[in-house]
């Protein structure tokens, strides 16, 4: 028997390690480092072997050769170059700039797509007819490919005299609200019958029912839908972009640096770094208000 268990006064013994944030941090770190290690070491087989599989005459799937794959140190300089010949602005303040314009339409799309999926979920747990009549319909739009759908949004929102960003909106919007239904009704479903059947029996009006246990209970399937939906609204909005015409943010990149991709590929792999960047960032956000409104015991982890 331990003394802490003997004299109950005794204080706990202090827990050591590291923080688990810097545990996070510490493990995202060693995962970069061997993804470009691997990228690296890639290029070095294709370099000795010329291109092929070591010890047959198999070709590598990519060719290694700096117009397919730049070194990782070249694809992290090109950030701090000017984007264009003769230019004054390096590519990393015009990708943020891009990141940020496309972050505000992300972000509506997401408010929009997250309210609708929130209304939607509600809707489905007063009607079990509704649920049954219109949940295939909710499924099926997602099967629908996201190249297709994005097209006639901009087509049709231009014929209503919508703005150009207002239709990429409606596209991220579109891959929000998804998520957000699904586990809103998970989560609004998952009080025990014996918790509702006690607000019942205080006579409990539906409208209370729902604010006060329902929703709570909800809150942390909902912010795992919000954490998905933050990187589905910035792909939708990157998406929308590109049929839209639209001169600014990183859909506009991804498609220029794409032209030129055979004569500086460097400049595309930037544009996808600060992409994916972007969505984590939003992710981070998003994870960084869950920890504020739900403890760590109700967490899904």
Same mark, same amino acid.
């Given at each position: 028997?331990?003394?802490?268990?003997?004299?109950?006064?005794?204080? $706990?013994?202090?827990?050591? +390690? &590291?923080?688990?944030?810097?545990?996070?941090?510490?493990?995202?770190?060693?995962?970069?480092?061997?993804?470009?290690?691997?990228?690296?070491?890639?290029?070095?087989? =294709?370099?000795?072997?010329?291109?092929?599989?070591?010890?047959?005459?198999?070709?590598?799937?990519?060719?290694?050769?700096?117009?397919?794959?730049?070194?990782?140190?070249?694809?992290?300089?090109?950030?701090?170059?000017?984007?264009?010949?003769?230019?004054?602005?390096?590519?990393?303040?015009?990708?943020?700039?891009?990141? !940020?314009?496309?972050?505000?339409? #992300? &972000?509506? @799309?997401?408010?929009?797509?997250?309210?609708?999926?929130?209304?939607? @979920?509600?809707?489905?747990?007063?009607?079990?007819?509704?649920?049954? +009549? &219109?949940?295939?319909?909710?499924?099926?739009?997602?099967?629908?490919?996201?190249?297709?759908? #994005?097209?006639?949004?901009?087509?049709?929102?231009?014929?209503?005299?919508?703005?150009?960003?207002?239709?990429?909106?409606?596209?991220?919007?579109?891959?929000?609200?998804?998520?957000?239904?699904?586990?809103?009704?998970? @989560?609004?479903?998952?009080?025990?019958?014996?918790?509702?059947?006690?607000?019942?029996?205080?006579? #409990?009006?539906?409208?209370?029912?729902?604010?006060?246990?329902?929703?709570? $209970?909800?809150?942390?399937?909902?912010?795992? $839908?919000?954490?998905?939906?933050?990187?589905?609204?910035?792909?939708?909005?990157?998406? =929308?972009?590109?049929?839209?015409?639209?001169?600014?943010?990183? =859909?506009?990149? &991804?498609?220029?640096?794409?032209?030129?991709?055979?004569? @500086?590929?460097?400049?595309?792999?930037?544009?996808?770094?600060?992409? #994916? !960047?972007? =969505?984590?960032?939003?992710?981070?956000?998003?994870?960084?208000?869950?920890?504020?409104?739900?403890?760590?015991?109700?967490?899904?982890?």
């Amino acid at each position: 028997m331990s003394a802490t268990a003997l004299n109950p006064e005794l204080p $706990a013994p202090a827990k050591t +390690g &590291l923080p688990p944030a810097v545990r996070r941090a510490i493990s995202v770190i060693i995962v970069l480092l061997a993804m470009c290690g691997l990228w690296e070491g890639y290029k070095a087989i =294709g370099e000795v072997t010329g291109n092929k599989i070591p010890f047959t005459e198999i070709p590598l799937p990519i060719r290694s050769t700096d117009n397919s794959m730049p070194h990782v140190w070249r694809m992290a300089a090109t950030l701090f170059e000017p984007a264009r010949r003769g230019g004054e602005e390096i590519l990393l303040v015009i990708l943020l700039r891009n990141a !940020l314009f496309t972050w505000r339409e #992300a &972000l509506v @799309g997401f408010v929009i797509g997250s309210l609708i999926g929130f209304m939607l @979920g509600v809707l489905f747990v007063h009607s079990s007819l509704l649920e049954r +009549g &219109l949940m295939p319909y909710v499924v099926a739009s997602q099967t629908v490919p996201l190249l297709a759908i #994005a097209p006639m949004v901009v087509i049709w929102g231009s014929r209503l005299g919508w703005p150009a960003w207002a239709s990429v909106t409606v596209i991220s919007a579109y891959l929000t609200f998804f998520p957000v239904t699904i586990n809103t009704l998970r @989560g609004l479903t998952s009080p025990e019958a014996t918790a509702l059947e006690l607000m019942r029996s205080y006579a #409990a009006s539906r409208w209370e029912v729902l604010w006060k246990l329902r929703v709570p $209970a909800a809150l942390p399937y909902i912010f795992t $839908a919000l954490k998905i939906s933050a990187t589905t609204s910035v792909i939708g909005a990157i998406v =929308g972009e590109l049929p839209s015409g639209i001169p600014d943010g990183l =859909g506009r990149s &991804l498609l220029t640096f794409a032209q030129y991709f055979s004569t @500086g590929p460097e400049q595309l792999f930037a544009a996808v770094f600060i992409s #994916a !960047l972007l =969505g984590i960032v939003f992710f981070g956000l998003v994870a960084f208000i869950e920890r504020l409104v739900i403890p760590p015991s109700r967490r899904l982890e």
